[in-house]
């Protein structure tokens, strides 16, 4: 019987379960079931309908599981990924305290003060070589009123806690919550200290690659798979997953994981947490297979998907983009990287008052966007060569932002350097590997490398060289 993996991976405006295959030249993706998710105001703040989002993950299994008998196949293994940083605190048997919060809610904009005069950012820096995001979690849990009652879960911890009932931290995510020690991958036991965060709040750790468990009898039953079912420990933090599966075949490449945000760097053996480092705001998160991903989120398509809900169904993204391109260059730009756009709502005046221009069409406002990420790259790419010693020949984007030919192709401008744009779906595409490897589909042993070389395999991606009119060179 042909084996196949279900990833599940949900982001911050959707969310699919995808059936992963292993083919002779590489893996192949089907995505069974798709199903929106944002942010919601629920009980005075915003937060995330945790409640619907694991119904449709229990849909999106069974489609799954209806799909592979259809074949004659069987889901070997489950690996869940998601966003970062956010959590969800459960009582001791195991229901949530309430919706968890997501990191776009206001409560932390207090509370890092409050952090930083227990712990100084200097001694966090050093510590996990966190970059500073208002929205980390060790600034949520500071303003969380009641940490005693049980313990935290990362959302995609809490999903794999409720398919197996086995309660973990997947290390590459745990790296999001600024109380990862970055030179020994373990918890700072003295930071939960110092900041009166019982240092049992998260439950131990496990790496990318391990199997969490199998299915509760309660989930096979509904979903009709086999209890023996496994649920692997991917790189649960979704950037994680997508990095592991950037089809690079050269050692100097940057990345730029292109979705809600714009995840903007490099991969190293080692975290820098020098002074210059911490200033940039570089970030040391944890990947698979104990890589660095140094990086900076800069801004993302959160910009554009927040526009296009506010002007409604007649603005469509495909006409919006065409008339943007047929704009010319060195038009308005903002900082797009700003924590002043972190919030939901009424984008389009926000950008229009930030860029201090008129921006008068939907697409002059698309095109700053478009123009503003493209500088924001190339300033950031510039950052991690010179802060990293590692020079950068090629930039690959994966993820949604692939699929925009415009942003690709401004992003080459900038930065002057070849851009290689695909697949879309790294971050699946990863999770789906690192179930592979793990069952001995691609090679107990595979490196990343080989993770990559696999992907190169079946991946479609596309060129975009400098135009000569704006290539530095
Ligand atoms: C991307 C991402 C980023 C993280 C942000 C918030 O989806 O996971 O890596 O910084 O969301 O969790």
Known sequence: MTQVYAAVDIGAS???????????????????????????????????????????????????????????????????????????????????????????????????????????????????????????????????????????????????????????????????????????????????????????????????????????????????????????????????????????????????????WSLVGVELHEPIRTGESRAANFTNERGVDGTIRYLRNCGGLWLLSECLREWGAEVTLEDVLADAAALPAGGPTIDADSDAFIAPGNMPARIREAAGAALESEAAVVRCILDSLAQVYARTLAQAAELSGRPIDVVHIVGGGSQNRLLCQLTADATGLPVVAGPVEATALGNVLVQARADGALGKNATLKEIRAAVRGTAQTSRYEPSKAFSTT
């Open 14 to 260: 959707s969310g699919r379960v995808i059936l992963g295959r292993m083919g002779a030249d590489g893996p192949t993706l089907d995505v069974v079931h798709r199903f929106p998710n944002g942010v919601q105001e629920i009980d005075g703040a915003l937060r995330w309908d945790f409640t619907a989002l694991f119904d449709e993950v229990l849909r999106g299994l069974t489609l799954a599981r209806e799909q592979a008998d259809a074949k004659g196949e069987r889901i070997v293994s489950i690996g869940v990924d998601t966003w970062a940083v956010d959590y969800g605190l459960v009582y001791d048997d195991g229901a949530l305290t309430s919706q968890p919060h997501s990191y776009r809610d206001s409560r932390t904009a207090e509370v890092a003060g409050t952090v930083h005069e227990k712990v100084p950012f200097e001694r966090l820096y050093e510590t996990s070589g966190l970059q500073f995001l208002p929205f980390n979690t060790i600034y949520q849990l500071a303003a969380e009123p009641n940490l005693e009652n049980g313990q935290s879960l990362l959302i995609p911890d809490l999903l794999g806690f409720r398919l197996t009932g086995e309660r973990r931290t997947e290390v590459t995510n745990a790296s999001t919550t600024g109380l990862l020690d970055a030179s020994t991958g373990n918890f700072a036991g003295e930071l939960f200290d110092t900041l009166g965060i019982p240092r049992t709040l998260f439950p131990p750790l496990i790496e990318a690659g391990n199997t969490l468990g199998t299915l509760l009898p309660a989930i096979a039953d509904h979903t009709g798979l086999d209890p023996a079912t496994k649920v692997i420990a991917v790189g649960s933090h979704d950037t994680a997953s997508a990095v592991a599966a950037v089809p690079a075949g050269q050692d100097n490449f940057a990345y730029i994981s292109s979705g809600t």
